[in-house]
């Protein structure tokens, strides 16, 4: 009995957002982006400051609020998603972060199943 390959989809054409946030702030910008549709987003805390910071306060280590921000978009809306979060993090700011966005090889669509298809399962 052979069963039916599924062929998963490959979509060229989305781009990666990485946000680094020295001094944190990425709940805000999660939920700037939810609002806007944009649901493949993430956040992560790391170990780490900017260049020429003082790791150190009075002999105590400093605790970073370092953290970094990856969000999927579509190419037609990375310049847009870009600059929203450069705006919302303040990244005009010395010492705020960096932001960057990178072309995807291959990416696939996320797709929750609606209520319908749950209830009936």
Known sequence: M???SHQ???LDYTRLITC???EGGSVPVLEMLHK????EAY??????APMGRSSEVSGLPEI???????AVVSADQSDYIYEMIYDMAELD???RGVVYVNRLARSTPFELPDE??????
Do not use: D
Not at 64 to 70: A, D, M
Not at 116 to 121: E, M
């Open 8 to 10: 998963v989809p490959n």
């Open 20 to 22: 680094v946030l020295y």
């Open 2 to 4: 052979n069963t039916p």
């Open 43 to 48: 956040f992560y805390s790391v170990r780490g």
């Open 116 to 121: 319908a298809t749950l209830a009936a399962a």
């Open 64 to 70: 970073p609020k370092t953290e970094i921000l990856h």
């Open 93 to 95: 700011q010395p010492n």
């Open 36 to 39: 806007r549709g944009i649901n």
